[in-house]
């Protein structure tokens, strides 16, 4: 009881101080919101009607700095987000978020859980039978596909799928010909446009779940209570899974709670590529377009994610891990 009541402590003094910090980066950003409205209209509205219109959207650009603040934190917990200043004008943030979350979260949630599962798979029998086949080609093809940066691949399965072969599409997240439902043509156009993103975030991900698990295996099967099992006689199943695979596992949990909290972000520059309407694309507008607004309701998004993932990572391995509820 006393490490979960210390692990709950944690979260809320970092989400604060995370918070804080959210709300101090995008005033000290150059340029400020009036100047986006005003390129905008393209001066064709006055800066008097252009304050009335900020006023309006719930930024109020003469309030003090301290008023600002707390008004902020306010709205953060109620979750009354204020409506975009950006390309989506009027627009409540919270109904902007509601429609891309799910894009998000079908594309880069599921393909993150599908290389984490993937690549601990292969890095469990890669190092279980060190020196074979696996051992000897994968490993070594995951290194140079880990260190690729998403846009490079991004933009050669566009050419090599899209453009010189035309099997995929190139950009948005189903065929707007299409209505949306849970019709066989509808289900099967948002799998199309999701392929060459998800293919993309798969090639760069899976190489270093692939690499950690098998250094992770590497060294746990050198300890004694394996030796101890294949002296008792267990299977080499029993010995892989339940022994060396359980605990050499524990170390990647916390790895893969950081990219489950990171999901949200969308990776930015893969839904930039592809025009998929996710997160990270509803943040990348909302930078270039100085959208307070949005750009804090993301952050403070994007940091409640990461932290629950590592509390409940936390919780996980005190479950796992009978040592840490001894230490606890």
């Known amino acids: 009881m006393r490490y979960l009541l210390r692990r709950v402590g944690f979260f809320l003094l970092t989400l604060w101080a995370a918070l804080t910090l959210n709300f101090f980066l995008p005033h000290f950003m150059p340029g400020s919101p009036i100047n986006a409205l005003r390129a905008q209209s393209k001066g064709r509205i006055p800066d008097a009607q252009l304050e009335q219109i900020l006023t309006s959207f719930g930024f109020k650009p003469h309030q003090n700095m301290a008023g600002q603040y707390l008004d902020y934190l306010g709205n953060m917990v109620t979750g009354k987000w204020g409506v975009s200043l950006g390309s989506s004008l009027g627009q409540p943030v919270s109904k902007l978020i509601g429609t891309a979350l799910p894009w998000t979260l079908g594309l880069v949630g599921v393909t993150t859980v599908l290389a984490f599962l993937l690549g601990t798979l292969i890095g469990t029998v890669a190092a279980w039978r060190r020196g074979g086949v696996v051992d000897s080609v994968l490993p070594s093809v995951f290194v140079v596909t880990s260190s690729l940066p ?144 949005m750009m804090q309701t993301l952050f403070m998004l994007f940091t409640v994610a990461v932290l629950g993932a590592l509390l409940v990572c936390d919780l996980v391995t005190v479950w796992l891990d009978p040592r840490t509820r001894a230490k606890g």
């Open 150 to 293: 998403y846009f490079v691949v991004g933009l050669f399965l566009v050419l090599f799928l899209a453009i010189d072969h035309t099997w995929l599409p190139t950009s948005g997240n189903y065929d707007n010909s299409i209505v949306p439902g849970f019709s066989p043509g509808f289900v099967g156009s948002v799998v199309q446009h999701a392929a060459l993103p998800a293919l993309t975030l798969l090639i760069t991900s899976i190489g270093c779940w692939v690499l950690t698990m098998r250094n992770n295996m590497i060294t746990t099967l050198a300890e004694d209570y394996i030796r101890m099992g294949r002296a008792k006689g267990l299977s080499d199943r029993r010995v892989m899974y339940n022994y060396a695979a359980r605990n050499a596992f524990l170390p990647n949990l916390s790895g893969f709670a950081m990219s489950i909290g990171f999901v949200l972000t969308g990776a930015i520059l893969v839904e930039k590529i592809f025009n998929y309407p996710g997160l990270g694309y509803q943040l990348y507008n909302a930078v270039n377009s100085i959208d307070y607004p």
